[in-house]
């Protein structure tokens, strides 16, 4: 799934040409032949948390496309102008309308192929009551055993998930990098 391509400039609305720009960068950008304003495409940053009651997570049924009716971590784009852990706050108090505390940077997941970079970190909850926003179809909240595996919206969660579940077992959690291709 990859982004359309930039066909005008952000800068003076001429349409672009993709070339090497006279810089000495070394991949094609969509430069404009006007302006000479060169436009980058870079990743998209999805951020959230893996919020924890007891030996329960808390899952979010989606309530919006893609995956609509599938579950997953409460996460979605970051933001300009905040950090990945006000991101990661943000998404987790609009999907799930959760009271939680952060906790520590938890997983970092490459999707390079759709041109994604995923960060999750752990979280408390401070109550097992959801007031979930329109993206959320329910907020609920899952042993180990009970999560609808199935029904994971998306990759990314599942591993992190699998990972998270892991790492609680043996009592102690780390950091977690990986690809998905």
Not at 47 to 72: Q, S, Y
Not at 110 to 125: E, K, S
């Given at each position: 799934?990859?982004?359309?391509?930039?066909?005008?400039?952000k800068n003076c609305g001429h349409a672009v040409v993709y070339r090497l720009p006279d810089d000495g960068d070394t991949k094609e950008r969509a430069v404009c032949p006007v302006?000479?304003?060169?436009?980058?495409?870079?990743?998209?940053?999805?951020?959230?948390?893996?919020?924890?009651?007891g030996d329960k997570v808390l899952l979010c049924k989606r309530n919006i496309e893609p995956r609509f009716g599938k579950w997953t971590l409460p996460a979605g784009f970051m933001?300009?102008?905040?950090?990945?852990?006000?991101?990661?706050?943000?998404?987790?108090?609009?999907?799930?309308?959760?009271?939680?505390?952060?906790?520590?940077?938890?997983?970092?997941?490459?999707?390079?192929?759709?041109?994604?970079?995923?960060?999750?970190?752990?979280?408390?909850?401070?109550?097992?009551?959801?007031?979930?926003?329109?993206?959320?179809?329910?907020?609920?909240?899952?042993?180990?055993?009970?999560?609808?595996?199935?029904?994971?919206?998306?990759?990314?969660?599942?591993?992190?998930?699998?990972?998270?579940?892991?790492?609680?077992?043996?009592?102690?959690?780390?950091?977690?990098?990986?690809?998905?291709?």
């Amino acid at each position: 799934m990859q982004r359309p391509p930039i066909k005008h400039c952000k800068n003076c609305g001429h349409a672009v040409v993709y070339r090497l720009p006279d810089d000495g960068d070394t991949k094609e950008r969509a430069v404009c032949p006007v302006c000479n304003t060169v436009h980058y495409e870079n990743p998209l940053t999805v951020v959230g948390t893996i919020p924890a009651w007891g030996d329960k997570v808390l899952l979010c049924k989606r309530n919006i496309e893609p995956r609509f009716g599938k579950w997953t971590l409460p996460a979605g784009f970051m933001e300009l102008n905040e950090t990945v852990a006000e991101g990661a706050a943000r998404e987790t108090t609009e999907e799930a309308g959760a009271q939680f505390e952060m906790g520590e940077f938890f997983s970092l997941v490459n999707i390079a192929r759709v041109g994604q970079v995923h960060l999750f970190y752990r979280a408390q909850l401070l109550s097992d009551q959801f007031d979930p926003g329109f993206e959320t179809q329910e907020a609920r909240l899952f042993t180990e055993d009970e999560v609808p595996w199935d029904e994971i919206a998306f990759r990314t969660v599942g591993e992190t998930l699998k990972r998270y579940f892991a790492d609680r077992s043996k009592g102690q959690f780390g950091i977690h990098v990986f690809d998905i291709t």
